[in-house]
């Protein structure tokens, strides 16, 4: 004889619909890729320092690796910022403002990726383009930091320094 299923049964066994962690909102991801462009920003004001002190050729190698690493860390959280930016917005829409705008300036500063191109190998004639293209780098930069700090005055908790700290040895 077949057994009935209870209400309650077949309630348990319908998929729920969980809220979404923080993590997976557009606030969220707006945090998230703030903290991506603040590390590249930081990344690249390290390997120029290298650069400008001297420092061995394969410590600079290392830090342009680190700071590849996190343009694509950055390119990941513009990607998750896209897919949830069209959500409905709960009436604080000032963050969402300054999100979008960092938005713009992230993928402003990844289509300018900086370049490694030894100068040895530049022909005549494109030492101007070179120069126009570092121009246009530095300014996509700046427009990053710009967008970094309208972010951080609307959402001042998005760098987690008000959150507990968890350290992993």
Known sequence: MPRKQTPTARTNSAPRKQKPSFAETPRGTADRMFRAATECIRQRERYARL???GAHDLEQLAALRV????DEILDEAVAAYEKLAGMASTGDDEWRRQANALWHAAREYRRRPASAAPAAGIKSGS??????????EASALLALKLALGGFRQICPDCEL?????TFVA
Do not use: H, I
């Open 127 to 136: 030492l101007q383009k070179l120069a126009l293209e570092y121009d246009l």
């Open 51 to 53: 650069v400008a002190s």
């Open 161 to 165: 320094e008000s959150r507990p700290q």
């Open 67 to 70: 700071a590849q690493v996190c």
